[in-house]
C-alpha cells in the first residue's frame, strides 16, 4: 500500500513539474562587498587617514590584477605582481601596510591554491585571519565579516585536498557561529558574534553563503552515497534547531525538514512536501536547494518506479527542469542529471 502511495506522489510531482517557477537570471540580493565597502571606505579615511588609504586602496587594486593573472593561468606573473605590492607597501604607514598585507596573504593564498600547495594556500589563509583579527582589535571592527568570511577558502582549500575531516567542522563551527553565535569551532582567535550585529542583512547572507556552499559540497558527493550520508550526520544533523525570522532562513529550515525525512526513508512524505517547496519561487542564489532535492527525487524513482514509463516521463521532466530553469553552475547540474542515465 505505501508502495503505491509513493508512486501516486511521484506521478503527481511528475504532473507538477512543469508549473515550476523558472530562476530569474540574476540574483535579486546585493553583493555583501557592495554593502562593506562604503562603510570601510569611511572608517579607514579616519582610521589610516584619507592619503593612506587612497595609497592603500591604489596597491588593493594591483592586488587584485594579480588575482586575475592567477586565474588566467599566468600564475608566475601573478606572484611577481604579488611581491611587487608587497615591496610598495613598505612605503606606506604601519596601519595602512598591515591592511594591504591582507590582499597580499589572500592572493598568495590563492596562487599556492592553484599551484595545488594546498599547504601553503592553508598557512598564508590562516595568516590572513590572524591578521584581520589584529586589525579589528585597533578598532577596524567592521572587518569582522571579512576575518569570518575568510574561512569559507579555509573550508574550499581542505575541500580540494581531500580533507573533508577538517572542512567539516569549519562547515559547522561557522553556520553554528553566524545562526547563534557559538565559536567553539571556529579558527583559533577571538571572536566576538556581537560584531555581526551591526548589518543584520550582511549576517544573514553571510549565513545563506555558508550553507549554500555546504549544500553545493553534498550535491558534488551525489555518486558517493557513504560521504554524502556521512555529511549529512555530521554537518547538517549538528545545525542547532532555530525559529526562522525571515524567509532565507524559513527555505534553509524547510530543506532541513526535508533532508530529514529523505535520511529517514519517509519518501512518502518527502516526495510530497518537497512538491510544495519546487513550487515556491525564491531567489536564484538559492537553487542549489532544489536541485539536491530533485537528486533525491531522481533516486527515490529508481527504488519504487523502477525501468517504468513513468520513471522514463520524470526522469526526462527533471532533466529538462534542471537544464532550462535552474540557475545552477553546470557542473553541479551535471552532477544531478548523470543520475538519470546511472
Not at 579607514?44 to 587594486?61: C, D, I, P, R, T
Not at 598557512?123 to 576575518?147: D, M, P, V
Not at 522514463?312 to 543520475?339: E, G, M
Amino acid at each position: 500500500m505505501k508502495q503505491q502511495l509513493i508512486q501516486q506522489e511521484l506521478e503527481r510531482f511528475s504532473e507538477m513539474i512543469d508549473s515550476f517557477p523558472t530562476s530569474e537570471k540574476e540574483s535579486k540580493f546585493y553583493h555583501i562587498e557592495s554593502i562593506l565597502s562604503p562603510i570601510e571606505y569611511n572608517l579607514f579615511k579616519v582610521f589610516f587617514g584619507e592619503q593612506e588609504y587612497k595609497k592603500a586602496l591604489s596597491l588593493v587594486l594591483e592586488a587584485q590584477e594579480a588575482i586575475k593573472k592567477c586565474k588566467a593561468d599566468d600564475l608566475e606573473g601573478g606572484y611577481e605582481k604579488f611581491q611587487e605590492v608587497k615591496r610598495k607597501s613598505e612605503q606606506l604607514s604601519e596601519k595602512a601596510k598591515q591592511y594591504v598585507t591582507l590582499y597580499y596573504l589572500s592572493g598568495i593564498a590563492y596562487y599556492h591554491f592553484r599551484r595545488k600547495d594546498f599547504d601553503q594556500a592553508i598557512n598564508y589563509t590562516l595568516r590572513e585571519i590572524q591578521e584581520t583579527e589584529s586589525i579589528e582589535n585597533k578598532g577596524a571592527t567592521s572587518l569582522h565579516y571579512r576575518r569570518t568570511g575568510h574561512v569559507i577558502n579555509l573550508i574550499k582549500i581542505f575541500k580540494a585536498s581531500h580533507q573533508a575531516e577538517k572542512a567539516i567542522p569549519l562547515f559547522l563551527g561557522s553556520l553554528k557561529y553566524l545562526l547563534n553565535g557559538n565559536a567553539d569551532l571556529m579558527p583559533k582567535g577571538g571572536w566576538n558574534s556581537e560584531l555581526l550585529n551591526f548589518i543584520p542583512y550582511v549576517r544573514q547572507r553571510s549565513f545563506d553563503i555558508f550553507f549554500i556552499e555546504a549544500v553545493d559540497t553534498l550535491i558534488n558527493l551525489q555518486a558517493d552515497n557513504e560521504h554524502q550520508e556521512l555529511l549529512f550526520r555530521t554537518l547538517f544533523m549538528e545545525i542547532p534547531d532555530f525559529e526562522p525570522q525571515n524567509n532565507n532562513q524559513a527555505m534553509l529550515y524547510n530543506w532541513l525538514y526535508l533532508q530529514r525525512l529523505y535520511h529517514q526513508k519517509n519518501y512518502l512524505d518527502f516526495v510530497k512536501d518537497c512538491t510544495e517547496f519546487c513550487q515556491t519561487p525564491f531567489d536564484n542564489s538559492f537553487d542549489s536547494l532544489k536541485l539536491s532535492l530533485l537528486a533525491n527525487i531522481i533516486q527515490i524513482s529508481q527504488l519504487h518506479l523502477k525501468e517504468s514509463g513513468l520513471q522514463k516521463q520524470l526522469k526526462r521532466k527533471i532533466n529538462d527542469f534542471i537544464q532550462t530553469k535552474l540557475a545552477s553552475p553546470d557542473h553541479l547540474k551535471n552532477n544531478v542529471c548523470h543520475l538519470i542515465i546511472e
